[in-house]
């Protein structure tokens, strides 16, 4: 009984991490939350550093000297170091994956988390020195980029491509020199320089939002009307036949009527730059088809995300998508919708505030 809870406690300190992350750190990007980001990398930092040389001190004592250190320290003291490195981990996963994939998909933020999980249980069951730290400092080295590529646009109020890129390299230079000044430079960190790659090649293809940017709330409707800062929106409800979505994809809209898109996305203080909507047709010979890309400003410090609206008039029926762009033109998110011209007698609309 008690190996196997010895087995799970990795995965127990894992989410413990991302429900105490989930309580202290909330959905907008303040300085407060980096710096609490940048100390849990600085304390995991330094358990990893710590780990290493008790583990090197520990391989130059003979074998009858190891098995007296072994047997004098108690168990929760062997474990703890290993303990509170996953809680750290649990929590900066918890705040980076679901603030960089938020806007993309939040089941994807689960997915990885749950990966995660389950790759930190694996680590605690390999008992080869090797292959352990390996895995950790791939860990780590995650982090490190994930943390930098936040704080990194955050110190220079910019998000041009190139700060991902090079916040990308600095966390994987990190992992490689703490791993290097570790006392027996245990495990490889070639898998951080692997792990850089697929998310500089992920970014290049759009696939990551541009952070620090995160989505807050986006929503395609009627009668936009702005009241002390905040916009209100008629949207579709959903048909009682879809009890599973509060909101209707579906928009019924009178001919000649304007559609509007409302935005609120969150940024740290200092962010000036533009956001753009991208209002594109499916065409069935031709795919997607942009029809419009209209801009309007983004100035950063805003508690309750910033807003911003465009809109079309006399448009055609049939499927729609909106993207949320950077000026760079990577895409921070998509909503789709299916326009009808002849509004149903039973059409719902209710007032969304943004």
């Not at 358990?47 to 583990?55: D, E, F, K, N, S």
């Not at 098995?67 to 929760?76: F, G, M």
């Not at 955050?154 to 966390?171: D, P």
């Not at 430079?185 to 990551?208: H, K, M, Q």
């Amino acid at each position: 009984m008690k190996q196997r809870i010895k087995k799970y406690l990795p995965l127990v300190a894992f989410f413990s991490g991302f429900l105490w992350d989930e309580l202290t750190i909330g959905r907008q990007i303040n300085p407060s939350d980096l710096w609490i980001l940048t100390g849990y990398l600085i304390v995991a930092g330094l358990i990893l550093y710590w780990m290493g040389h008790r583990r090197h001190a520990h391989s130059l004592l003979d074998e009858a000297a190891q098995q007296a250190v072994e047997t004098k320290k108690p168990e929760w003291v062997k474990r703890a170091p290993l303990f509170i490195l996953q809680f750290l981990f649990g929590g900066l996963f918890s705040a980076l994956f679901i603030l960089y994939f938020k806007s993309a998909n939040h089941l994807l933020a689960i997915f990885w988390t749950l990966g995660l999980g389950t790759l930190l249980v694996a680590n605690e069951r390999l008992d080869h020195h090797y292959h352990r730290y390996t895995l950790t400092w791939a860990i780590f080295g995650l982090c490190a980029i994930l943390v930098f590529n936040f704080v990194l646009p955050f110190v220079l109020g910019s998000i041009l491509s190139i700060w991902f890129y090079l916040s990308t390299l600095a966390g994987a230079s990190l992992t490689h020199s703490l791993r290097k000044k570790t006392p027996g430079c245990p495990g490889r960190a070639a898998p951080v320089w692997v792990i850089a790659g697929v998310l500089s090649l992920a970014y290049f293809f759009d696939f990551v939002p541009p952070v620090p940017l995160v989505k807050r709330d986006m929503q395609i409707g009627l009668d936009l009307t702005k009241s002390n800062g905040d916009m209100a929106i008629s949207v579709e409800r959903a048909p009682w036949y879809k009890p599973w979505r509060l909101l209707s994809n579906d928009l019924y809209v009178p001919s000649g009527a304007k559609v509007y898109c409302a935005s609120s996305v969150f940024a740290p203080r200092g962010i000036n730059t533009t956001l753009y909507h991208r209002w594109e047709h499916y065409d069935k010979q031709h795919g997607w088809q942009t029809e419009n890309r209209i801009g309007f400003d983004l100035s950063g410090g805003r508690q309750g995300g910033f807003r911003g609206y465009t809109y079309k008039q006399n448009i055609q029926p049939g499927e729609w998508r909106v993207k949320v762009e950077a000026e760079s033109g990577k895409t921070l998110t998509v909503y789709r919708f299916y326009l009808h011209t002849q509004p149903l007698v039973d059409t719902h609309l209710e007032s969304k505030t943004l």
